[in-house]
């Protein structure tokens, strides 16, 4: 991405109200992060960085406290974020890392967010706050678990068990994921669940947010029923490509030639312009190389049109001015993260839904009756109580 994007996207999230900048760069490239996180501090947010866990031989305690201090001593940063996105994080690796990163960055915060796909979440945050980590990154019930973060419910009983105090009202959160869970039976919408264990999670190492969108996108193509070949692809994909942190983009990229390898059976046959461009170092050194076999392929196969030499980033946001003259800069960033089609699409989308918690009671009076076969139910809210009685 361009500076002056970035600098421009950070400016305008903080016009419309943000005030906390959390970046990260998933080669661990600090020094990508500089434009965003600059204009950041020079507008008064606070900010942090993430980095992201990969268990890859590269990514030492070492490194990841060499990134942390480096964050700090660079950018000054408010804190350290630190992130385990496919919820595959050892948990004895927690117990020498989480004490290295806390060490490096001396009176910052060290913060702390898994995923639940393997069923570790609840267990990494507890084991992550033993060991020093001071905030974690949870959802609240019932929207949690699965690909989510862990119950914030959960996680605060049980961390005021092992002694930690912890300023949060349960009931305020139960009284929020009573309403949660209503809008998401009123509109058809999945509720957490705590996943179950899965091995192969620990060879693909998708990332949970990522596996989501994967279902959706499979789906749409007609080939759900290939989830499990693609899964099994993408780990394949993944080391070949120098296991790189599974997180924003590489998700996305790693599935993307995982999907061409499945559908056209050759492998790295065909070539999406991203695996090619991120082979190439567009996106930075890579801290593991790719397999020169698999690099050949790619760099054959793929695009012509890409260079085999990087070109040095020039601005963008002059030329979209130049185009797009009557755009105001939030369009702007929009027509650049989506394209002009898409862009296109996001007119308004009218009338707003209304959602009422009651509507689940509603609907259920109203079922009842419509029923033809008798009736009888009996209703209690408090002191309060209704009877129905139909033949």
């Not at 092992?162 to 998401?184: N, Q, S, W, Y």
């Not at 185009?323 to 002009?340: N, S, V």
């Not at 989308?349 to 209304?354: D, F, R, W």
Request: proline share 7%; glycine share 8%; with cysteine.
């Amino acid at each position: 991405v361009a500076d002056d994007i970035t600098e421009l996207f950070v400016e305008r999230n903080f016009a419309n109200g943000a005030r906390r900048f959390t970046l990260f760069d998933a080669l661990l490239n600090n020094e990508n992060l500089a434009p965003g996180i600059n204009r950041a501090k020079a507008l008064g947010a606070k900010t942090s960085v993430m980095l992201v866990f990969n268990d890859a031989p590269a990514y030492t305690d070492e490194i990841y406290a060499e990134k942390a201090r480096e964050a700090v001593e660079d950018f000054g940063v408010d804190a350290i974020a630190f992130g385990d996105s496919a919820g595959v994080l050892p948990i004895d690796r927690i117990r020498t890392l989480v004490p290295a990163m806390k060490s490096a960055i001396g009176d910052r915060e060290l913060e702390f967010t898994t995923h639940c796909m393997t069923g570790l979440g609840p267990v990494q945050y507890l084991e992550a706050a033993v060991h020093g980590v001071d905030v974690i990154y949870c959802s609240i019930d019932p929207m949690a678990n699965g690909p989510a973060p862990a119950a914030m419910q959960d996680m605060v009983r049980d961390l005021r068990y092992l002694g930690f105090e912890v300023d949060v009202d349960i009931d305020k959160l139960d009284k929020a994921g009573d309403i949660l869970r209503a809008m998401a039976e009123q509109e058809g919408q999945p509720l957490g669940e705590p996943a179950e264990y899965d091995p192969a999670l620990f060879v693909n190492r998708y990332a949970g947010g990522a596996l989501a969108n994967l279902r959706m996108q499979l789906q749409a193509a007609g080939i759900a029923d290939r989830l499990p070949e693609v899964l099994d692809e993408i780990g394949r994909v993944r080391v070949e490509l120098g296991s790189p942190i599974m997180a924003t983009p590489y998700p996305a990229i790693i599935a993307g030639q995982a999907v061409m390898n499945v559908l056209h059976g050759e492998r790295y046959r065909v070539v999406p312009d991203e695996v090619k461009k991120y082979v190439l170092g567009y996106f930075g050194a890579l801290p593991i190389p790719v397999d020169p076999d698999v690099a050949d392929k790619v760099i054959g196969n793929g695009s012509q049109k890409i260079a085999l030499t990087p070109p040095p980033m020039e601005p963008v946001v002059p030329a979209l001015r130049a185009r797009y003259p009557y755009a105001d800069d939030d369009e702007l960033l929009l027509r650049q993260m989506y394209g002009d089609e898409k862009f296109e699409g996001l007119g308004p989308t009218g009338t707003a839904t209304e959602f009422s918690v009651t509507h689940p009671i509603v609907d259920l009076v109203s079922a009842l009756g419509r029923n033809r076969s008798p009736v009888r139910a009996s209703f209690w809210l408090g002191d309060s109580s209704v009877r129905v009685n139909g033949g």
